[in-house]
């Protein structure tokens, strides 16, 4: 896993709630055997329609997902984490999530920032005003800024899966700072274990 102090971008206003994990990337996509290509099905039911805001050239590039309530609800599912990456997106904004969902986040370097419903409305107004407008969320300080709206907002962050994201550690990283008492362990059992 990557290192991540500071992720800095443009956010695209996804204006639903309940989002689920099969409507993030659906079940047929869940047959691949890579761990890459998951960009194709993020939201492809969704991709449709024409009017859906990823097809939105005004949002192509953006990094920053801002979404409504409680998404990422349903199954556990690491691939609908893999394709938000995989579609450019560094962080998801939103109200609520499901704590699988925002576990399984940590655990693969995606950021999720939970704010107000009012704060995430009011974000949705100034990237519909401003598509441009850049967004900065700093995983050290735990705060969301738009400096060219003066919004300056905290948010919570479990401090094991923020010592992750600043210290770039997955979960064979952390498994590894143990490596010394392993090997002791290991030592001192029984050979027929």
């Not at 500071?6 to 047959?31: H, M, Y």
Request: contains cysteine; aromatic residues 10%.
């Amino acid at each position: 896993m990557k290192t991540v102090r500071v992720i800095s971008g443009r956010g695209v206003p996804l204006k639903r709630s309940d989002v689920d994990t099969d409507q993030i990337i659906p079940a047929e996509w869940l047959k691949r055997v890579e761990r890459t290509g998951f960009e194709k099905g993020l939201f492809s039911t969704w991709r449709d329609d024409r009017n859906f805001v990823l097809n939105d050239e005004r949002y192509a590039g953006a990094s920053i997902l801002v979404a409504g309530k409680s998404f990422g609800v349903g199954s556990s599912r690491e691939h609908a984490v893999w394709a938000i990456q995989q579609g450019g997106f560094d962080a998801v904004i939103a109200p609520s999530f499901s704590d699988i969902f925002r576990n399984n986040c940590g655990k693969n370097g995606l950021i999720v920032v939970e704010l107000s419903e009012e704060t995430v409305a009011k974000l949705w107004q100034i990237i519909e005003s401003d598509p441009q407008t850049e967004i900065t969320v700093d995983v050290e300080r735990l705060t969301v800024e738009v400096p060219s709206c003066g919004i300056s907002e905290k948010f919570a962050m479990n401090p094991d899966t923020q010592n992750r994201f600043l210290n770039g550690l997955d979960d064979i990283a952390i498994s590894l700072q143990y490596v010394d008492a392993i090997s002791q362990f290991e030592k001192t059992r029984p050979s027929w274990f």
